[in-house]
T-cell receptor
Framework: AQSVTQLGSHVSVSEGALVLLRCNYS??????LFWYVQYPNQGLQLLLK??????LVKGINGFEAEFKKSETSFHLTKPSAHMSDAAEYFC???????????FGSGTRLSIRP | GAGVSQSPSNKVTEKGKDVELRCDPI?????LYWYRQSLGQGLEFLIY????????KSGLPSDRFSAERTGGSVSTLTIQRTQQEDSAVYLC??????????????FGPGTRLTVL
């Protein structure tokens, strides 16, 4: 079955530290991969999207993710965390340009002052 | 331009009642999706519309759930005889189906449904 696994339901980092949120997918063909962010009491916002154009994808708010086919991974990183980055982050996958998105279970990111 | 809108933002109902949730997609978006976000199940797909037809309704949890889309625009998700396990945030998303880079799903703010 198609799936996405996010390692760590909760990640806590200090302000200014590196943010690394892990995501692995199961697929026999290159999928479309996404990271969405959900701030408290808000809807889902697309951070970035991989569509095979480039393996390193830059998104909004300084986030980026690297597609590694050999590792079936799509980890999200940000060099320096801000307090405003505190939110729930969802890795997701779809298998065509127009199909349902399958979401991971989410990772809650907390930022320590 | 306007994003995806959903109404109502909050709905409290009694067990056994029917509810209707509405989604207004971004103008010009041909595809529309319904998802559900709950504590126990996370984010799960319900149904996908292309125009007014639903080629994928595999995520609807039971026959109490139905959805329709009219005029290639507004969609309504109906839950009949609501149960407490239906309590969740129902999210709608829309996209323009063309080049892959443009087929990004944009999400609405959701409708929080509470079944007492």
């Amino acid at each position: 079955a198609q799936s996405v696994t996010q390692l760590g339901s909760h990640v806590s980092v200090s302000e200014g530290a590196l943010v690394l949120l892990r995501c692995n997918y199961s697929s026999s063909v290159p999928p479309y991969l996404f990271w969405y962010v959900q701030y408290p009491n808000q809807g889902l916002q697309l951070l970035l999207k991989y569509t095979s154009a480039a393996t390193l994808v830059k998104g909004i708010n300084g986030f980026e993710a690297e597609f590694k086919k050999s590792e079936t991974s799509f980890h999200l990183t940000k060099p320096s965390a801000h307090m405003s980055d505190a939110a729930e982050y969802f890795c997701a996958v779809s298998y065509s340009s127009a199909s349902k998105i399958i979401f991971g279970s989410g990772t809650r990111l907390s930022i320590r002052p | 331009g306007a994003g995806v809108s959903q109404s109502p933002s909050n709905k409290v109902t009694e067990k056994g009642k029917d509810v209707e949730l509405r989604c207004d997609p971004i103008s010009g978006h041909t595809a529309l999706y319904w998802y559900r976000q709950s504590l126990g199940q996370g984010l799960e797909f319900l149904i996908y519309f292309q125009g007014n037809s639903a080629p994928d309704k595999s995520g609807l949890p039971s026959d109490r759930f139905s959805a329709e889309r009219t005029g290639g625009s507004v969609s309504t998700l109906t839950i009949q005889r609501t149960q407490q396990e239906d309590s969740a945030v129902y999210l709608c998303a829309s996209s323009f189906e063309g080049l892959a880079v443009e087929s990004t799903q944009y999400f609405g703010p959701g409708t929080r449904l509470t079944v007492l």
